[in-house]
């Protein structure tokens, strides 16, 4: 089966720019989930939907960050303005199954900001 | 919030040793997995275990969970160049029906 598609892989932009992020699932996996990784660290969830439904959206900067999931399959994740602290990989994973069965990841796109 | 961590934070091995991590969680759950990834890449799924399960075994791959204790290891056993990555136990909140990533155990395998 193909993977989790993520473009760009990697972007450059100044503080206080605007980026986008986009992801393509597993086909017929239902469930789609947005990961910050700062270096050294872990992912840290920022968005899970069930669907085109918001599941779990409690760690997303809802005041810079933003996110969609249109008719279910393909999902962007955008930030505007971005900061210097938004340096990070951002992860796209989806599974079949909220919770119960594996996440399968995408290789992320990598953010620098200026 | 991270739920689950790991210890060690890095580990070096020769090849052929094994290798042991372990992860402690704080609050009850539905199972944990394991993942790797490697440098710049993303998490590849490993192994789930669920809660009512001790151990389980995959290939050079066994995990523990001690529900009791709040906490599992992996053991990688033979191991290889191959196998260095870093490590992240993930935990799947019985409460809440999320996915948290611990910080990781970073493993470096020379050969």
């Known amino acids: 089966e193909a993977g989790v598609a993520q473009s760009p892989r990697y972007k450059i932009i100044e503080k206080r720019q605007s980026v986008a992020f986009w992801c393509n699932p597993i086909?017929?996996?239902?469930?789609l989930y947005w990961y910050q990784q700062i270096l050294g660290q872990g992912p840290k969830l920022l968005i899970q939907?069930?669907?085109?439904?918001?599941?779990?959206d409690s760690q997303l900067p809802k005041d810079r960050f933003s996110a969609e999931r249109l008719k279910g399959v393909d999902s962007t994740l955008k930030i505007q303005p971005a900061k210097l602290e938004d340096s990070a990989v951002y992860l796209c994973a989806s599974s079949m199954d909220r919770g119960r069965s594996p996440l399968h990841f995408g290789n992320g796109t990598r953010l620098t900001v200026t | 919030s991270q739920q689950g961590e790991e210890d060690p934070q890095a580990l070096s091995i020769q090849e052929g040793e094994n290798a042991t991590m372990n992860c402690s969680y704080k609050t009850s759950i539905n199972n944990l997995q394991w993942y790797r990834q490697n440098s710049g890449r993303g998490l590849v799924h490993l192994i789930l275990i669920r809660s009512n399960e001790r151990e389980k075994h995959s290939g050079r791959l066994r995990v523990t969970l001690d529900t009791s204790k709040k906490s599992s290891s992996l053991l990688i056993t033979a191991s290889r160049a191959a196998d260095t990555a870093s490590y992240f136990c993930a935990t799947d909140e019985a409460a809440g029906n999320k996915l948290t990533f611990g910080g990781g155990t970073r493993v470096l395998v020379k050969p």
């Open positions: 939907f069930q669907n085109n439904g918001v599941v779990d």
């Open positions: 086909s017929g996996h239902a469930t």
